[in-house]
């Protein structure tokens, strides 16, 4: 359906992953037709590709961390910028099973959209091991692009 969309549309998409390592990149090539509207992803889980490929500032890493509304926003507007698409879709969270915390517990997750338009990030929580949360975590990264694809 999201090839689909974007393809009636003629829209172009992209990524930028960091908790899912190419997840939704992957669930995107395993459709026929993809390439005509997919062009690729930057698979960002280490800060330094963050800042070096996304452009995400130091300072943003620094005040608000990786998993942050800040950090998706910049993800996904340096996908789109990077990639030539479109829109961009960025994913940034903590699949676990360590590296939570009260303000950030394992299965959070911002997903940022990138636009002609402009730029904004949600937030979701989910529970669960760290396979099934970067299942969950692609799938809403998934259903926020058919979204934003709607007529």
């Given at each position: 359906?999201?090839?689909?969309?974007?393809?009636?549309?003629?829209?172009?998409?992209?990524?930028?992953?960091?908790?899912?390592?190419?997840?939704?990149?992957?669930?995107?090539?395993?459709?026929?037709?993809?390439?005509?509207?997919?062009?690729?992803?930057?698979?960002?889980?280490?800060?330094?590709?963050?800042?070096?490929?996304l452009h995400v500032k130091?300072?943003?890493?620094?005040?608000?961390?990786?998993?942050?509304?800040?950090?998706?926003?910049?993800?996904?507007?340096?996908?789109?910028?990077?990639?030539?698409?479109?829109?961009?879709?960025?994913?940034?969270?903590?699949?676990?099973?360590?590296?939570?915390?009260?303000?950030?517990?394992?299965?959070?997750v911002w997903v940022g959209?990138?636009?002609?338009?402009?730029?904004?990030?949600?937030?979701?929580?989910?529970?669960?091991?760290?396979?099934t949360l970067k299942l969950?975590?692609?799938?809403?990264?998934?259903?926020?692009?058919?979204?934003?694809?709607?007529?």
């Amino acid at each position: 359906l999201i090839v689909k969309k974007a393809r009636d549309r003629g829209l172009t998409f992209g990524f930028a992953e960091s908790c899912t390592g190419g997840l939704c990149s992957h669930r995107m090539t395993n459709v026929a037709g993809s390439s005509e509207v997919f062009w690729g992803s930057i698979v960002s889980y280490d800060n330094s590709i963050k800042t070096n490929l996304l452009h995400v500032k130091a300072s943003t890493l620094a005040q608000h961390g990786a998993v942050s509304e800040a950090t998706a926003c910049e993800m996904a507007s340096g996908a789109r910028q990077a990639l030539k698409t479109s829109l961009a879709i960025s994913l940034t969270g903590i699949a676990g099973p360590g590296g939570g915390s009260p303000e950030k517990p394992v299965g959070t997750v911002w997903v940022g959209i990138a636009t002609e338009s402009g730029v904004s990030a949600k937030k979701f929580e989910f529970r669960g091991d760290r396979e099934t949360l970067k299942l969950r975590f692609s799938q809403i990264a998934l259903y926020s692009l058919l979204d934003q694809l709607r007529d």
